[in-house]
């Protein structure tokens, strides 16, 4: 049963004119919190993510189910007069618009801010770009890689001697999707002050700037670039993975008290005594020597060994785990991060859970991710089209550029 609490949101609608990975994102997240979210796709395959596969699971691609629950899928060729028109009347009674047109496109200009405002002053809109409102970048298509490139983040990632390496997150889409839903969600709260609306924008290239924090403040504070250092931190030595005689497993101190009480545990006291590693600050200096060291003893024993070891000494510690681990491990299960909902064609589905709880209650899926145009009749009966006017609304045609 589903706490009050873990549905702030709802009475909120939302109208998706998104795709792909940002918007959707967004777009369940406030659908997780409540919100009633249609979904609007073309006739035509819909969303392109649906076919983002293999894996595929029923109709639609496994990517696709990841971001999508929770929502109503209508199908309208936005391109058409007519699909315009519909989906104008479903923003008239809605209180957020998600979409990430491309820049210049006849679709932006058919939905831009300022004629849904003049119509509808209480309605947010959030778009969201790959390099953001202006600049050169501006008319740039781009997908995640291409933002964790531009933006640095793929700088950052990959062994020291390696080739620059991409996150195995897509973190440019879901930075800007999680910035973009702290935006409406501020800006619903402001309207709520007073009752206008709000323009909102963020960009995949925007999100990995906020997101370099201190490896930008860094490169403010020296000049110099930074470079690639595996899994090791720019900061804090030893923070990073180290082998042991069968895997890799993850130590991360935090302070001298902890380096010291590390150094202890592994039979190495005289690397605690060693004036290079005395503090952080010397640690990251000889950063290169004190790896030397640490890998020399850490490879005679096995990650278990080590984990519970220097666990059991309050050293934060762990082995790097795989998905299979991940989530079949009692924390996960502990925490009821994976939940299940009953899809119309595959049956029970399980989902990543909503990352929040309320009151100690998270909150729970409604409904799977839809088929395409699912919700024809359903959504656009609403709005007060008959059962021919949502046959020629929703009919198959080939997509064009959108």
């Not at 309605?123 to 390099?131: D, E, Q, R, T």
Request: proline share 8%; hydrophobic share 35%; charged share 20%.
């Amino acid at each position: 049963m589903t706490a009050p609490g873990a549905n702030p949101l709802k009475g909120i609608r939302v109208v998706d004119l998104s795709k792909i990975l940002a918007g959707p994102y967004v777009t369940m997240s406030l659908a997780d919190l409540g919100a009633d979210v249609v979904k609007v796709e073309h006739p035509d395959g819909g969303d392109p993510t649906r076919r983002w596969g293999p894996p595929f699971n029923g109709p639609d691609a496994a990517y696709y189910l990841a971001a999508n629950r929770n929502k109503r899928s209508v199908t309208l060729d936005l391109k058409s007069a007519e699909g315009q028109e519909a989906a104008y009347r479903l923003i008239a009674e809605a209180d957020v618009v998600v979409e990430n047109f491309r820049p210049g496109s006849t679709l932006q200009e058919a939905f831009r801010y300022d004629r849904l405002s003049a119509a509808y002053p209480r309605l947010v809109v959030l778009h969201i770009s790959a390099f953001g409102e202006t600049g050169p970048l501006r008319s740039e298509p781009g997908y995640d890689m291409v933002a964790q490139a531009a933006a640095g983040l793929m700088s950052l990632t990959g062994e020291p001697d390696g080739p620059p390496v991409k996150a195995g997150y897509a973190m440019g889409d879901l930075g800007a999707a999680l910035f973009g839903t702290i935006g409406i969600v501020s800006a619903l709260v402001e309207r709520a002050r007073t009752g206008v609306g709000q323009y909102l924008t963020t960009s995949l290239y925007e999100s990995q700037l906020a997101l370099h924090v201190n490896w930008a403040t860094s490169y403010f504070t020296t000049g110099e670039a930074p470079h690639r250092l595996g899994s090791g931190h720019p900061s804090l030595v030893p923070y990073q993975a180290y082998p042991a005689s069968d895997g890799h497993f993850v130590i991360a101190v935090g302070n001298d008290a902890l380096w010291r009480r590390l150094c202890d545990l592994i039979g190495r006291p005289d690397l605690a005594a060693d004036p290079r590693f005395h503090t952080n600050r010397d640690r990251v200096t000889h950063r290169a020597e004190l790896n030397s060291e640490l890998e020399k003893t850490l490879r005679d024993d096995t990650v278990e060994h080590w984990c519970d070891a220097l666990r059991a000494g309050g050293i934060p510690v762990t082995p790097i785990r795989g998905l299979d681990e991940v989530y079949g491990s009692e924390q996960t299960a502990a925490l009821g991060m994976v939940q299940t909902v009953e899809h119309p064609v595959v049956g029970p589905l399980e989902q990543v859970g909503f990352p929040v709880s309320f009151k100690g209650v998270r909150p729970t899926p409604r409904s799977a991710p839809p088929t395409l145009g699912q919700h024809n009749h359903e959504v656009l009966s609403a709005l007060g089209y008959g059962d021919e006017d949502i046959r020629r609304l929703t009919a198959h045609r080939p997509q064009r550029d959108r």
